[in-house]
């Protein structure tokens, strides 16, 4: 099992960044994917995520409007857009997948890629 995400970087406050997971090794249309943050000292923030096979979405509401989570199950690609970015924003993201109806701290995760939101 592999996932693999891309597309951090830095950007300027209300700038935009679209992060991609390649995902590998398991049934993609089996798992709910997901993008987290790491918050220090707390573990990991669910940021959003869609259902594969339905693409039904849902968003934490610090994101709610402002991010876009796709998928091509296609490619077993998921993505997140990230649109009028803050300072607050920037962090570790991760991509998850997650077992329908299960927690994702027991799914798969990538390696993270770092967010950088700054003038």
């Known amino acids: 099992v592999q996932l693999v995400e891309s597309g951090g970087g830095l950007v300027q406050p209300g700038g935009s960044l679209r992060l991609s997971c390649a995902a590998s090794?398991?049934?993609?249309?089996?798992?709910?994917m997901g993008w987290y943050l790491q918050v220090p000292g707390l573990g990991r923030e669910w940021v959003a995520n869609?259902?594969?096979?339905?693409?039904?979405?849902a968003y934490n509401n610090s994101v709610k409007g402002r991010f876009t989570i796709s998928r091509d199950n296609a490619r077993h690609m998921v993505y997140l857009q990230m649109d009028s970015l803050k300072p607050d924003d920037a962090d570790v993201y991760y991509c998850?997948?997650?077992?329908?109806?299960?927690?994702?701290?027991?799914?798969?995760w990538g390696q993270g890629t770092q967010v950088t939101v700054s003038s």
């Open positions: 998850n997948a997650k077992a329908y109806g299960t927690d994702a701290r027991y799914g798969y």
């Open positions: 090794g398991f049934t993609f249309s089996n798992y709910v």
């Open positions: 869609i259902v594969t096979n339905d693409g039904s979405t």
